[in-house]
């Protein structure tokens, strides 16, 4: 427990690791009751207070642990916890970690912010309590939300509806660029760079942005979408001078590579955020030779494998078969996302898991969504048998409303199985218990980059959702299935890259 305090302070992220994996083992096992109460102290004063919010929510720690503490302890992290407050002008302020402090203090003091972060530091968290605050103590404001694509806009627009009310008459919400009829006193606009590009094109009037997100923006990087963004970038930073820009991406090298951009005599700052909140467990799941039904699997940590142990299959499987045959094996607690290439794929690997699961589940919610399926799309829609049974498949051309309630059933609890396209990868922000891939694509062809693997990866284990999640790499040493040749060993932090050559010459417009 000595050891795990000392590594949470550590700005070493393999320690940080390390120390979470202490006190979540003593949270979890029956042999520790007596070190409970400190792992509760440990992570409240690492404000780490969602994990302990998870402990809580399990029975593994009544409510009120903290007071239960001896007097010195209790007031030591009082203390830590007043210090760690962030105020954000109401009374929903709250406790940030070491990353969130920052980020906020960035926003208060700079122009032209990048934050860079793992998935589940609390990036959002942060932009959403801002976005309240801008709200609450100004009169009038206006914020543009810029995400990558069309399926996150939804998502983002939800969870700023339930951050600023649903029925307060003087803000407006809108993800339509063309609809300029709704202006009220607070306006928040949730756009993609074409919406934004479309709205700053068509509309006339000059009132001032008082924030500009630009979330996942390592999309830069992407070909066509990247250069438009550049394009908007320039066009923004021309239209809302006085506006504060924020660039947020996942785990980077270069953060600051975004802040080229920013014109002469603005504040800029880079931020990067490298202590984890949860643990996440890279696993490889390789066929013990000429034992079809057997499988080893091995953690791979620092580049190192250790094995875990043998599990073994009802029956031989297929080539098509390995991937729903092992999710349903290690998978049976629930939470568990499937990554799949096509949508014929994941119809596919769904139907192969409602083979294992012989009865429905009484659930009117999955219910409704069934019947939902049947009305929206076709009486024999296979979705619509497999929700039943709390198995889903998500991709691109399923109708937005079933869809949606995809999401929010798998988020729930209430759907244990779902299989997804890259429709996963470009936005739509789901947290699970373990993610499974074999020879995952972009695509038809392209063999999945390390920085889109990490990014999907990413959705296991969500903060204040759980304490570590698991990726299963299945067949990790086909080189034929895997860029480099095989599944990847270790975290990496991706490069941002231009989507163009001429920086320079765009950077020297910037500051013309």
Same mark, same amino acid.
């Given at each position: 427990?000595?050891?795990?305090? *000392?590594?949470?302070?550590?700005?070493?992220?393999?320690?940080?690791?390390?120390?979470?994996?202490?006190?979540?083992?003593?949270?979890?096992?029956?042999?520790? $009751?007596?070190?409970?109460?400190?792992?509760?102290?440990?992570?409240?004063?690492?404000?780490?207070?969602?994990?302990?919010?998870?402990?809580?929510?399990?029975?593994?720690?009544?409510?009120?642990?903290?007071?239960?503490?001896?007097?010195?302890?209790?007031?030591?992290?009082?203390?830590? $916890?007043?210090?760690?407050?962030?105020?954000?002008?109401?009374?929903?302020?709250?406790?940030?970690?070491?990353?969130?402090?920052?980020?906020?203090?960035?926003?208060?003091?700079?122009?032209?912010?990048?934050?860079?972060?793992?998935?589940?530091?609390?990036?959002?968290?942060?932009?959403?309590?801002?976005?309240?605050?801008?709200?609450?103590?100004?009169?009038?404001?206006?914020?543009?939300?810029?995400?990558?694509?069309?399926?996150?806009?939804?998502?983002?627009?939800?969870?700023?509806?339930?951050?600023?009310?649903?029925?307060?008459?003087?803000?407006?919400?809108?993800?339509?660029?063309?609809?300029?009829?709704?202006?009220?006193?607070?306006?928040?606009?949730?756009?993609?760079?074409?919406?934004?590009?479309?709205?700053?094109?068509?509309?006339?009037?000059?009132?001032?942005?008082?924030?500009?997100?630009?979330?996942?923006?390592?999309?830069?990087?992407?070909?066509?979408?990247?250069?438009?963004? $550049?394009?908007?970038?320039?066009?923004? $930073?021309?239209?809302?001078?006085?506006?504060?820009?924020?660039?947020?991406?996942?785990?980077?090298?270069?953060?600051?590579?975004?802040?080229?951009?920013?014109?002469?005599?603005?504040?800029?700052?880079?931020?990067?955020?490298?202590?984890?909140?949860?643990?996440?467990?890279?696993?490889?799941?390789?066929?013990?030779?000429?034992?079809?039904?057997? &499988?080893?699997?091995?953690?791979?940590?620092?580049?190192?494998?250790?094995?875990?142990?043998?599990?073994?299959?009802?029956?031989?499987?297929?080539?098509?078969?390995?991937?729903?045959?092992?999710?349903?094996?290690?998978?049976?607690?629930?939470?568990?996302?499937?990554? *799949?290439?096509?949508?014929?794929?994941?119809?596919?690997?769904? %139907?192969?898991?409602?083979?294992?699961?012989?009865?429905?589940?009484?659930?009117?919610?999955?219910?409704?969504?069934?019947?939902?399926?049947?009305?929206?799309?076709?009486?024999?829609?296979?979705?619509?048998?497999?929700?039943?049974?709390?198995?889903?498949?998500?991709?691109?051309?399923?109708?937005?409303?079933?869809?949606?309630?995809?999401?929010?059933?798998?988020?729930?609890?209430?759907?244990?199985?779902?299989?997804?396209?890259?429709?996963?990868?470009?936005?739509?922000?789901?947290?699970?218990?373990?993610?499974?891939?074999?020879?995952?694509?972009?695509?038809?062809? %392209?063999?999945?980059?390390?920085?889109?693997?990490?990014?999907?990866?990413?959705?296991?284990?969500? &903060?204040?959702? %759980?304490?570590?999640?698991?990726?299963?790499?299945?067949?990790?040493?086909?080189?034929?299935?895997?860029?480099?040749?095989?599944?990847?060993?270790?975290?990496?932090?991706?490069?941002?890259?231009?989507?163009?050559?001429?920086?320079?010459?765009?950077?020297?417009?910037?500051?013309?």
């Amino acid at each position: 427990m000595r050891c795990a305090s *000392v590594f949470l302070n550590s700005d070493s992220e393999n320690y940080h690791e390390a120390g979470l994996r202490i006190l979540h083992s003593c949270l979890t096992s029956e042999n520790a $009751q007596n070190e409970r109460a400190f792992a509760a102290a440990i992570l409240a004063k690492s404000s780490n207070n969602p994990a302990l919010q998870v402990a809580i929510k399990r029975q593994l720690l009544p409510a009120d642990v903290l007071s239960r503490l001896r007097p010195d302890l209790s007031l030591d992290i009082a203390a830590h $916890q007043i210090a760690s407050t962030i105020n954000i002008g109401t009374a929903r302020e709250f406790i940030g970690n070491d990353f969130q402090q920052e980020l906020w203090r960035a926003l208060e003091t700079h122009d032209w912010i990048s934050a860079s972060a793992p998935t589940s530091a609390g990036k959002s968290y942060v932009l959403e309590r801002w976005i309240e605050d801008v709200i609450s103590t100004k009169t009038t404001s206006t914020t543009f939300f810029l995400v990558p694509t069309r399926a996150l806009i939804s998502q983002v627009e939800a969870d700023l509806r339930k951050i600023v009310g649903e029925s307060k008459p003087d803000i407006n919400i809108s993800s339509l660029p063309l609809s300029f009829n709704d202006s009220k006193p607070h306006n928040i606009y949730i756009y993609t760079q074409e919406r934004f590009h479309l709205y700053m094109l068509r509309h006339s009037s000059r009132e001032p942005a008082d924030l500009i997100v630009i979330d996942e923006a390592q999309q830069i990087g992407a070909s066509q979408r990247g250069i438009l963004l $550049q394009q908007v970038l320039e066009l923004a $930073q021309t239209r809302f001078a006085e506006a504060k820009f924020l660039f947020a991406s996942p785990s980077t090298d270069n953060p600051q590579s975004l802040l080229q951009f920013a014109p002469k005599g603005k504040r800029v700052c880079a931020i990067t955020g490298i202590k984890p909140t949860v643990n996440q467990n890279l696993i490889w799941v390789e066929q013990v030779k000429g034992k079809p039904t057997k &499988w080893d699997l091995s953690l791979l940590s620092e580049n190192r494998r250790a094995a875990l142990g043998q599990i073994s299959l009802r029956d031989r499987p297929s080539v098509t078969q390995k991937l729903p045959f092992l999710a349903y094996e290690l998978g049976r607690a629930g939470g568990n996302v499937i990554y *799949v290439n096509r949508a014929s794929d994941a119809e596919t690997v769904a %139907e192969i898991l409602c083979q294992f699961i012989k009865n429905e589940i009484a659930d009117p919610e999955l219910s409704a969504l069934s019947e939902l399926c049947e009305k929206a799309v076709h009486p024999k829609f296979k979705l619509r048998r497999f929700v039943k049974k709390g198995v889903a498949f998500h991709y691109g051309n399923i109708p937005q409303l079933i869809r949606t309630e995809v999401e929010r059933l798998f988020s729930s609890g209430k759907i244990n199985f779902l299989v997804c396209t890259s429709t996963l990868i470009e936005g739509v922000n789901l947290s699970c218990r373990s993610v499974f891939m074999r020879n995952p694509k972009r695509g038809q062809s %392209e063999l999945m980059k390390p920085e889109d693997f990490w990014n999907l990866a990413g959705r296991a284990g969500r &903060w204040g959702k %759980e304490f570590q999640g698991n990726i299963f790499c299945i067949d990790p040493l086909r080189a034929s299935d895997w860029v480099d040749g095989r599944a990847p060993r270790s975290k990496r932090r991706q490069s941002i890259r231009l989507a163009t050559q001429d920086n320079v010459q765009i950077l020297s417009h910037f500051q013309d």
